[in-house]
T-cell receptor
Framework: NAGVTQTPKFRILKIGQSMTLQCTQD?????MYWYRQDPGMGLKLIYY???????DKGEVPNGYNVSRSTTEDFPLRLELAAPSQTSVYFC????????????FGQGTRLTVV | AQSVTQPDIHITVSEGASLELRCNYS??????LFWYVQSPGQGLQLLLK??????LVQGIKGFEAEFKRSQSSFNLRKPSVHWSDAAEYFC?????????????FGDGTTLTVKP
């Protein structure tokens, strides 16, 4: 029962570097989400997708890009890392049925120095 | 715009004592409410949810929550806390008829359990 899997779990980046956070789910969910969680704060939605080939911005999309070529995978790309992107990133997935919950991965802790 | 307020940033209770975590929401329509728990180094796990019906909702791990429309609240309760309940708890609100992914989350309440 893998659920939502994120890699890597931890990463340190230098300012200006790029990286991709990987997210895959094996529940055949159409909806997928990326959040960031800053210390003492709740989750803020970065991007989401309602199906393969369809993505849309959330509340805090600046500095990030996403793609959704398959139902299973939803990678998050940071192009030019900045210290403000130091955070814990969570990927989640959900069905398109109403009144259902989201399932979360274990998170990626990213530090930009 | 929808919003969630968790007034208590940090709560400490003794093991075996009762627990109540507060959640107030602002939403223009019928809300879809959740409580999630986040253990250290883990993702969020759903404790319970409410979107209609009985306003007292039972969840996993012995938790329950009561929806009070007149107070715009959805407080989480547990009659006897266990040391393993130490974690961060998030309340969230979304739109009935949607899934939870685009919900608005509160800032969380950290629960410490004293032996």
């Amino acid at each position: 029962n893998a659920g939502v899997t994120q890699t890597p779990k931890f990463r340190i980046l230098k300012i200006g570097q790029s990286m991709t956070l990987q997210c895959t789910q094996d529940m055949n969910h159409n909806y997928m989400y990326w959040y960031r969680q800053d210390p003492g704060m709740g989750l803020k939605l970065i991007y989401y997708s309602v199906g393969a080939g369809i993505t849309d911005k959330g509340e805090v999309p600046n500095g990030y890009n996403v793609s959704r070529s398959t139902t299973e995978d939803f990678p998050l790309r940071l192009e030019l890392a900045a210290p403000s992107q130091t955070s814990v990133y969570f990927c989640a997935s959900a069905t398109d049925r109403p009144n259902t919950e989201a399932f979360f991965g274990q998170g990626t802790r990213l530090t930009v120095v | 715009a929808q919003s969630v307020t968790q007034p208590d940033i940090h709560i400490t209770v003794s093991e075996g004592a009762s627990l109540e975590l507060r959640c107030n929401y602002s939403y223009g329509a019928t809300p879809y409410l959740f409580w999630y728990v986040q253990s250290p180094g883990q993702g969020l796990q759903l404790l319970l949810k409410y979107f209609s019906g009985d306003t007292l909702v039972q969840g996993i791990k012995g938790f329950e929550a009561e929806f009070k429309r007149s107070q715009s609240s959805f407080n989480l309760r547990k009659p006897s806390v266990h040391w393993s309940d130490a974690a961060e708890y998030f309340c969230a609100v979304g739109a009935v008829g949607t899934n939870a992914g685009k919900s608005t989350f509160g800032d969380g309440t950290t629960l410490t359990v004293k032996p």
